[in-house]
């Protein structure tokens, strides 16, 4: 019964969203998504930024410890050797 009754006021709610929005407050409802393309352009730049930046030093150590790597399996092929 509870899961229902969950559903039955999503549904409710969401009606009286769309009612709301369509015939009470369209103009409002249009500044808000307008005021808020800024906001989001601006953040997803800065996280787009922040993971290529983070990318790049990825890229970076990752060949670092690649070249280590093959020099201590030099070291150790030289060892071996003698």
Do not use: H, N
């Not at 409002?28 to 307008?34: A, K, N, S, T």
């Not at 730049?45 to 790049?56: M, V, Y």
């Not at 990752?62 to 790597?69: A, D, F, I």
């Amino acid at each position: 019964m509870g899961k229902a009754l969950a559903i039955l006021g999503g549904l409710v709610a969401m009606a009286a969203g769309i009612y709301l929005v369509i015939l009470v407050w369209p103009q409002q409802f249009i500044d808000l998504v307008f005021g808020c393309i800024p906001p989001v352009l601006f953040f997803g730049g800065l996280i787009a930024l922040i993971a290529g930046i983070s990318g790049i030093k990825d890229a970076a150590r990752t060949k670092k410890l690649e070249e280590e790597t093959k020099e201590e399996v030099k070291e150790e092929e030289e060892k071996k050797e003698e």
